[in-house]
């Protein structure tokens, strides 16, 4: 049994990936969390201690999206009644990343699956940037669905490795399982800094074969070319479904999300990002 964390701040977005995850684990077992933060430090204690059960503000961060969690889970298990799905639904307040990585050792999280952006403007509870906020500060894979990406069953997976990576073969489970659930062919690409075929290289070659000897794969390789460049290149002229990728803090993933001073965040792909992260 697998155990998904679903996170949502009931964007459009956020339902998006939560659409993709739950049509992505067809035929499987899992556990869905689906985990709601809302950011209530915004409100002083005396508008909390003085509002009703009828007011507004309590309505806004108590009992609205308790109700809204409960009406979703109640939906999903109407439409995917006969999948082997268990929902539980979590609503929790104010710290962000202190809830999804207390949900992430006590439901045992396999993988989170986010999008990329949550609601914007004044209505916005406290997603969009919060993507980058998981990748980088929780130790768990994350599967990051693009903006209006509708599910398709994957055919093809792009896994990326970058010159002088370690394969760390112990990590990569959550791509052998989504090869594994839908058959999938993996493309592996190796992108060099130098066209030289180096001990290293040799090495990292006979670790592929190995590790992946019962999958169907083909290895490329790229010189001399910037890793996000080298990855969009392969996508617009090969079918590519998932993007796979080990990454260490502050290296790759920063050149994939760009940031600025508001926050925000610009994902250059399109297609869904599988994030795990280097021991």
Do not use: W
């Amino acid at each position: 049994m697998k155990n998904i964390l679903l996170l949502t701040d009931f964007s459009e977005n956020a339902n998006n990936a939560i659409g993709y995850a739950l049509q992505f684990f067809s035929g499987s077992k899992c556990v869905f969390s689906i985990l709601t933060v809302q950011k209530v430090s915004r409100y002083t204690t005396s508008d909390l201690m003085s509002s009703s059960t009828s007011s507004s503000v309590y309505d806004s961060i108590i009992k609205n999206p308790k109700g809204v969690l409960s009406d979703m889970i109640n939906g999903f298990e109407k439409k995917y009644k006969d999948e082997a799905y268990f929902f539980d639904g979590i609503c929790d307040y104010d710290s962000f990343l202190s809830s999804v990585n207390q949900v992430v050792i006590s439901k045992n999280v396999d993988l989170i699956v986010m999008g990329t952006n949550g609601a914007t403007g004044t209505k916005e509870v406290i997603f969009g940037s919060n993507t980058l906020s998981v990748v980088r500060n929780v130790d768990c894979p994350v599967l990051v669905i693009p903006e209006n990406y509708m599910f398709i069953k994957p055919e093809n997976i792009l896994f990326a490795i970058e010159d002088n990576e370690v394969f760390e073969s112990t990590i990569l489970d959550p791509l052998v399982d989504m090869i594994t659930i839908h058959m999938t062919k993996l493309d592996v690409l190796l992108l060099k800094e130098k066209l030289i075929n180096t001990e290293y290289n040799k090495n990292m070659k006979s670790e592929i074969k190995t590790f992946f000897k019962d999958f169907k794969y083909n290895l490329h390789t790229i010189v001399n070319v910037p890793a996000d460049m080298a990855i969009d290149c392969f996508v617009q002229l090969n079918k590519v479904h998932i993007i796979a990728k080990v990454i260490h803090k502050k290296s790759f993933f920063n050149r994939l999300f760009s940031g600025s001073t508001t926050g925000e965040i610009t994902y250059n792909s399109k297609i869904p990002l599988l994030i795990m992260h280097s021991n």
